[in-house]
């Protein structure tokens, strides 16, 4: 709860802004500031250290050659070594423009260049003009929040709940979400559960990279995650964002936690791939839902276009308003030869949008025959801060264990049936009966977030699914199928045109001529199931026997537009059938109803 507490006094400023800031605008001084008394807080200790070491430094020495050395002595990646911090520039209000100025600019490199992201210069001067008059009471504000004892998983707690917050406040759309720490903890279990033995050994080093990083809650929690299991072990992050607000916030954790700041990049991961020669063990993003491209398309169908699979893109381009699939593409290209774990989060779009032979089914076809998807865990809805929607956490390896090798692995960890269970118990019995696995309701929302994952125990939340997903064994949460069930022929089936008599039109060769107003379409499966349950190859042919030409004698099969497709189509895998309530059963509970009805009328009219 500490994280809230700091969040709530961080907020708190923004009163001092109202009037002289849209609300919308508020963000533009709170986040650089919050970065600035974090960095503040962390350096207060050896602060004076390194300005009693300045002196010594000669003065030739270069600024990378000083900021390596003062950074020794702060013990950390970065240093200050202005004259000031937040308590001596609270102690002079005449100058404090200039001061903060002179304290921001004394930062080493890696420090300043974060705070120029936020082109915070431009608010210095906005708040210390005559009219506003605000930066000596908001400056005083944040020396009073001390941030010293957060640990860098709060921190980052405390960004994400501020940026919430301001994203409310901008109306921003339900792709500009933020992952909550319960998913990306599960995540990081399924991503490293398989690797638990190579990960025990002392020393080892592994990289992990997000294409989309935002504030770094993914990086931060897959360090912690791999710290927590072995403190021998080392995780290189590496990241890229396109937001610079979000950019700054991230590469500030980066620094702090004496990662390499220089993993993360600035730009549209699309449009420029800023770690272009880079491979790694392990990848996790949250790609924005439903964000749309039209601003890279010229770039990626270029790419598309001219490298084909030597490029990123090369299975396919997805619609336009949905590069979901591209962010995916985009990492497999990152895979290392001799094994790569990717997970990550999307909608339910990507699992089934467009029909064969458009980019997402041919993207789907690609990942599946190349046998990369190792599962699917659909998750609970309302787990987000912006949008309620239904999502899933994809799985993919390139170097799959043996008995996974051909198969996808689904997990149901929506908690659906668990409802079903509870569904007309009273409120009292509820508790003896069942509770729900997967989930968790809150107490209070958090915008569109009401439900979340437990984090403790095996039996429910993020230790009962990583246990589904370790066991990898059929169940009523996991059904396990081979990578053919997912694949589909679509055929184009033709009737021949007729004339007013109803007779049958032939070409001059004899050939029938298809009526177009009477086209349609199949979808015939790879593998059909069998009443005993098991899955059997099928041909077009025999499909087309079956079911087709019963109903359309005349039909035929225009073979030259057969193509090959791949959809998952997961709630129907988990459907069971309810039978239909009696009419008798019907009948009594709608008069029962009516007697409630009358006896209530009563009671008013009396």
């Known amino acids: 709860m500490n994280f809230k507490e700091k969040a709530n006094l961080i907020w708190s400023v923004a009163d001092l802004l109202r009037g002289d800031y849209k609300q919308s605008d508020y963000g533009k001084v709170i986040l650089p500031l919050t970065v600035l008394r974090r960095l503040d807080c962390v350096l207060a200790p050896t602060k004076q250290k390194v300005l009693n070491y300045l002196p010594k430094i000669k003065s030739s020495a270069t600024d990378s050659t000083k900021d390596l050395i003062l950074n020794s002595k702060a ?29 921001v600019t004394g930062f080493s490199a890696s420090a300043r260049e974060i705070i120029e992201y936020f082109n915070f210069d431009d608010q210095i001067e906005r708040m210390d003009n005559p009219q506003a008059d605000i930066l000596f009471q908001v400056i005083t504000k944040f020396a009073e929040i001390d941030l010293s004892d957060m640990e860098s998983m709060e921190m980052g707690y405390v960004f994400e709940e501020l940026i919430r917050r301001f994203s409310e406040q901008s109306n921003e759309t339900a792709g500009e979400h933020f992952t909550p720490r319960e998913v990306i903890k599960l995540m990081v279990n399924l991503l490293f559960i398989a690797d638990n033995d190579i990960l025990t050994k002392d020393g080892i080093v592994k990289t992990l990279y997000d294409p989309a990083c935002g504030t770094g809650g993914m990086l931060s929690v897959a360090e912690k995650h791999l710290n927590d299991f072995n403190s021998k072990a080392k995780l290189e992050v590496f990241g890229q964002e396109i937001n610079p607000e979000s950019y700054a916030i991230c590469k500030s954790d980066m620094l702090i936690k004496s990662q390499n700041p220089s993993n993360i990049k600035f730009g549209n991961t ?61 990492m497999i290209s990152k895979m290392k030869p001799s094994g790569t774990r990717i997970g990550i989060v999307f909608n339910g779009s990507p699992l089934f949008t467009g029909q064969a032979g458009s980019g997402e089914s041919n993207i789907r076809k690609w990942i599946i025959e190349n046998d990369w998807l190792e599962a699917i865990i659909a998750l609970p809805d309302q787990l987000f801060y912006n949008t309620g929607i239904s999502t899933y956490i994809w799985i993919l390896n390139n170097n799959k264990d043996h008995e996974r090798k051909g198969k996808i692995q689904l997990i149901n960890a929506t908690g659906a049936k668990d409802d079903e269970l509870i569904k007309g118990v009273k409120t009292q019995d509820i508790a003896s009966l069942t509770e729900n696995r997967f989930y968790e309701k809150m107490t209070r929302s958090l915008g569109n977030k009401r439900k979340k994952i437990a984090e403790n125990g095996e039996e429910k939340g993020i230790g009962f699914i990583t246990k589904l997903y370790g066991d990898y064994v059929e169940n009523e949460f996991v059904k396990i199928y081979p990578n053919e069930f997912f694949g589909y022929q679509r055929i184009t089936v033709e009737q021949p045109q007729k004339d007013e008599n109803g007779k049958i039109i032939r070409d001059k060769k004899g050939k029938l001529k298809p009526d177009a107003t009477l086209r349609d379409y199949e979808n015939i499966p790879f593998l059909k199931k069998q009443k005993d349950g098991k899955l059997v190859q099928q041909t077009i042919a025999e499909y087309f026997e079956r079911e087709v030409v019963p109903h359309l004698p005349n039909a035929w099969i225009d073979k030259s537009k057969t193509k090959i497709g791949y959809e998952i189509n997961f709630t129907k895998y988990f459907y069971e059938f309810k039978k239909l309530r009696s009419l008798t059963e019907i009948k009594a509970d709608i008069l029962a109803l009516e007697e409630e009805t009358a006896n209530l009328e009563k009671g008013v009219l009396l």
Not at 77 to 99: E, T
């Open 75 to 103: 013990g950390h990646n970065f240093h200050n070594r202005s004259q000031f911090d937040f308590a001596k520039l609270k102690a002079d209000p005449d100058n404090i423009a200039a001061n903060l100025r002179n304290y």
């Open 270 to 330: 699309f449009t420029f791939d800023a770690l272009y020669d880079e491979k790694f063990d392990y990848m996790l993003s949250n790609p924005p839902f439903g964000v749309d491209w039209k601003k890279a398309k010229n770039i990626i169908k270029a790419e598309f276009d001219n490298k084909g699979y030597s490029g990123r893109f090369g299975a396919g381009l997805p619609r336009i308003n949905d590069g979901a699939l591209l962010f995916l593409q985009h």
